[in-house]
Every structure is written in structure tokens, then in C-alpha cells.
């Protein structure tokens, strides 16, 4: 069964920067298909949050408040890769990060996901 693959964790410093990417486990998923890409986070004891959403029609992102401005959500022009890119990461950043993706036919994909360390 096709699920989605993340890549790109891993144990940095407060300041650093990292790039998360997601991948369909087989094939690839069409643009034309994709309602929405979103990557969500989950620390150690807490819930899991919404981190960024983009819908690619009609162009909506939006990030939760405190990645703002730090963190940007991309995607390739053909739908997938989709990316993550982390700058100034502070310790309060980690967790695993998980990509979710719906499409149009109404299935929603998932990732296992990836951990991020932010720690000196």
C-alpha cells in the first residue's frame, strides 16, 4: 500500500537549519490530484500539531505562530517531493515531523515521520 516517506531529520544545534522532504512510497502523487500538503509535529508527551499547510489551488499556506517567519513549506511543480525547510531551530522544535497529504478522490496519506533534535 502506497504511504509517504519522510527524510531529512536529524540532531543539529539551536540556530541551525534543516530541510525535510516526502516522498510517495511508490509512483508519485499528480499536482492535479493534490488537495492539500501539510506537515504536522509531535513532541514527547504532547499532541500532535498542525506545523504548515499549502493548498496548491488557490495558493493558500499557513504556518502555525511560532514557526512563522522561520519555516517554509514547499512542493515540486509535478506535486511531489514535498519540503520543509527549518532555519534558526530552537530546542523546542523537536519532535517527529510527519508529512500528510489529501487528495482529490478524498484519500489522505501519511508518513511514519522523522525526528528532529534541536539540542547543544
Known amino acids: 500500500q502506497v504511504h509517504l516517506v519522510e527524510s531529512g531529520g536529524g540532531l543539529v544545534q539551536p540556530g541551525e537549519s534543516l530541510t525535510l522532504s516526502c516522498v510517495a512510497s511508490e509512483g508519485t502523487f499528480s499536482a492535479i490530484d493534490i488537495i492539500d500538503i501539510s506537515w504536522y509535529r509531535q513532541a514527547p508527551g504532547k499532541e500532535r500539531e498542525l506545523v504548515a499547510v499549502?493548498?496548491?489551488?488557490?495558493?493558500?499556506?499557513k504556518y502555525e505562530d511560532s514557526v512563522k517567519g522561520r519555516f517554509t513549506i514547499s512542493r515540486d511543480n509535478a506535486g511531489l517531493p514535498a519540503y520543509l525547510q527549518m532555519n534558526d531551530l530552537k530546542p523546542e522544535d523537536t519532535a517527529v515531523y510527519s508529512c500528510?497529504?489529501?487528495?482529490?478522490?478524498?484519500?489522505?496519506?501519511w508518513g511514519q515521520g522523522t525526528q528532529v533534535t534541536v539540542s547543544s
Open positions: 499549502m493548498l496548491p489551488r488557490p495558493g493558500f499556506i
Open positions: 500528510k497529504v489529501e487528495l482529490v478522490m478524498g484519500t489522505t496519506y
